[in-house]
């Protein structure tokens, strides 16, 4: 059933309750950044146990004045539970019954309303009697049966006195400090309870340890006289060994003594085998330096001897040398500025079909791959090469252009390797643009019209003289054939690509 207005002590009978100045009633200006306005707060309990109020207040002058009782000192667990109670039931008052300090507080989380908004919250409940019944009956209303004993001022003895003193606070009824006093009782005695629980708690672990202890020192003593026991056994054990060792270390002692005696014995011929060997030493070193001597003068004579041979040797060559010039000069050969391949080119330059007379035939054919090397190694070789025949056997699937700038490439590095004359001979009416620079030591011939490559081949080694080697690289069989006929070493194509490849 709906609750009456609770008693409230502080309320006169006809006038009209005003808020305190500055504690936040309507139309004031206190804002949250202020909560404690005009220094009233919920009292809280004296860690004395004084009984001055909050307000400061004494209780005697307030009685003797005839104004308001102070208010009562609350304990920590009431204080709090007030706060709780008013934080859970702001949101649900009409805006217009909330004061304006606690508006932006009832807007507040509820996690947070109680435990940002408390200062706020206690001084409104201190200041504003009105706003604390508008609380106190939202609060006696949900607590049902409780509310209805705490405001007939009764205390039923199996509910919380927490509870009890924070509804008694808000309700105020005839007694209710009575009320708050008794749960502030039962609080501390509650706390008492607790320490004397706690402290019980401890002196039973004290206890406990203290008999763990007990039993461990039990074990230990009756380890230790175990240990003991066999400590004076192992003790009658070394002493048992003790004159055993005694008895050793005179034995060791006498022998000792004999081992020294012996030991000088020893010495005293060991300095004698070391006269000996220091005598039989100084015989060996002269024997050393005789034979050094005559190693020496053997030495000199052997280093004379090959003076005579290298005199002999010189006079051979440089005979030999004076007759080549000789000679030469007999022969009245003049130093040549051009090869005998270069007389082909000027020759076939002028159009000129006149060729040397054929020579003995000289070589002899060969497949050897490695053969080329051999060749190569020939003193004053020339290399002539049918470019298009290796081109097209070797890497045929790049473009004529292409085909001879890699082998004239790979021809210049052969010529810069041996040191040997290159000729190179390709098919072609007139000489092709776009040639590579020729390297040094490379020759290229183009065929003219009306003439193969092959022709020009053959012409090339006709004009060599004879016992000059030349080397013909062609896998064309008439080719090979000429030009064996005339004494050049034809070989395949393959084994001039081979070369190239491995260089």
Known sequence: MPLADPYDDHLPGEEPVAAAPGTGG?????????????????????????????????????????????????????????VALAAAVLPGLPAEEVPVPLRRVAKFAPNRRARLGA????????????????????????????GAAVVEGTAPAAADPVEVAALAYLARPQGWRELIDASGAAVRAEADSAVVAELVREAEQRATRAEHDRAVARVEAEKLRDELARVREELGQLREESRQLARSLRETQARERKATEMLATERGRAARAAADADAELRRARARLAEAEAAAGVARASAKEARSVDDARLWLLLETIGQAAVGLRRELALDPVDKLPADFVADAFADQSGTTAAGTAARARDTDDPARLDQLLALPRAHLVVDGYNVTKRGFGEMSLEQQRKRLITGLGGIAAQTGDEVTVVFDGAERMHGLPPTPRGVRVLFSRKGETADELIRRLVRAEPSGRPVVVVSSDREVADGVRRHGAYPLGADSLLRRLARS
């Open 26 to 82: 309507e139309g004031t200006g206190g804002t949250l950044d202020d909560p404690v306005a005009a220094g009233v707060t919920l009292p809280a309990a004296d860690p004395a146990g004084g009984g001055a109020a909050a307000s400061g207040v004494p209780a005697g002058e307030a009685a003797e004045g005839g104004g308001p009782e102070p208010e009562p000192v609350l304990p920590e667990p009431v204080r709090q539970r007030i």
């Open 119 to 146: 200062p706020a919250i206690a001084a409104q409940l201190t200041a504003d009697p009105l706003f604390r019944q508008r609380v106190a009956a939202r609060v006696l209303s949900d607590a049902g049966d409780l």
